[in-house]
Structure formats: C-alpha cells, structure tokens
C-alpha cells in the first residue's frame, strides 16, 4: 500500500488559513480604526459647530439684553418727562387760583368782620378773625357755602373779645377748597355744549 504523507499539506493549509485569518483581523483592525477615527471627527465637528452656534446666541442675546435694558431707561426717562410735565401743568394751572381764593373771600365777608389768618392744608382752610357779632359769622358761612370756591364751612370755635365791642367774638372755622373742581366741571360743560 503505498504511504500518502498529508501532513505538510495539511500544514501549509492551516498557515495559508492563518495567515488570512491575520490579514482579515488586521484589516477589520484597520477598518474599525479608521470608523472609530472618522466618527470622533464627526463628533469633535459637531460639537464645534454647536459652540459656534452657541456663542453667537450668547452674542445676540447680551445685545438683545442691552437693548432691553435702553428701552427700560427710556421709559422711566420718558415717565420722569411725563411726570415734570403733569407737574408744570398744575403749577401753570393753579396760578391764578390763590387769587381766585383770596378774591372770593374777601368777597364773601361781610362788613363788620375781619380775618386774622389764613392757612391752608390741602384742600381745607383755617380761617380764624373777629366778627362784630355772631350774625356776621353766621353770613360769612352762608357766603362761603353758595360760593363757587368754597363748600362746607365748619365753626370750630367762637370765643367773646369784649376789647372790639360789645357782641365781639373771635372765631375759628374750616371750608373746604371746591372751585377747581367746578371750574373744570364748567369748562367740561361748555367744551361739550360747543361740540353739538
């Protein structure tokens, strides 16, 4: 029987086997280098790309913020203006109105009484003087009360002051500032009556 050696071509099989196997394996090595660097790329450029983007958001939005914070500073400049403006109007406005006051007082007294002070705290006055009797107190108030600047006269206090006669009293009383507030009630009713 003859003798069939198989073992070299066994051998030479298995190292031509091998030696694919490591030719495969290096170039799966390879393969898998070459994904693993392309898609760190990826990554690293995307995220790039997104700093970018974020960077030029956090621009816009301080620029926007800036704006934001002119426009508040224009406003309150604009309601300060608002405000010295109202202001100004109402001192413009209320110029004529002491003399008003004064003028009405003096208009509403009546022969034998004289006034010895006036203070005046927000819309109420102090009104203190001396009557040659409580009759002419009594048509002061009447005259305060029907008058277009004034309403609600209040006797606080009458005291006697026999030193200016013999029914002499010295007296203290309050009436409340109304004019303005008929005035403009007025000019409202012309102003509307001028319209039709």
Do not use: H
Not at 14 to 32: D, G, M, N, P, S
Not at 116 to 139: D, M, P, Q, W, Y
Request: net charge positive; hydrophobic share 40%.
């Amino acid at each position: 029987m003859a003798k069939i050696n198989l073992l070299p071509w066994r051998q030479e099989f298995r190292a031509q086997k091998q030696k694919e196997f490591q030719q495969v394996a290096a170039l799966v090595v390879i393969a898998t280098g070459v994904a693993v660097f392309l898609w760190m790329k990826t990554v690293d450029g995307q995220i790039a790309n997104q700093n970018e983007r974020n960077r030029i958001l956090q621009t816009e939005i301080t620029a926007l913020e800036k704006q934001v914070r002119e426009i508040q500073d224009l406003k309150k400049r604009r309601q300060q203006l608002i405000d010295r403006m109202r202001v100004i109007q109402e001192l413009q406005g209320n110029r004529p109105l002491a003399v008003r006051y004064f003028d009405e007082m003096v208009t509403a007294a009546p022969e034998g009484l004289w006034l010895t002070g006036l203070k005046r705290a927000g819309k109420t006055v102090e009104i203190t003087g001396v009557a040659e009797s409580n009759n002419r107190v009594s048509s002061f108030m009447r005259n305060l009360d029907q008058s277009e600047w004034y309403e609600s006269p209040n006797l606080t206090g009458v005291t006697a002051k026999p030193e200016f006669g013999e029914q002499a009293s010295a007296f203290q009383m309050t009436v409340t500032v109304s004019g303005r507030k008929k005035q403009e009630d007025e000019e409202q009713q012309e102003l509307a009556t001028s319209a039709n």
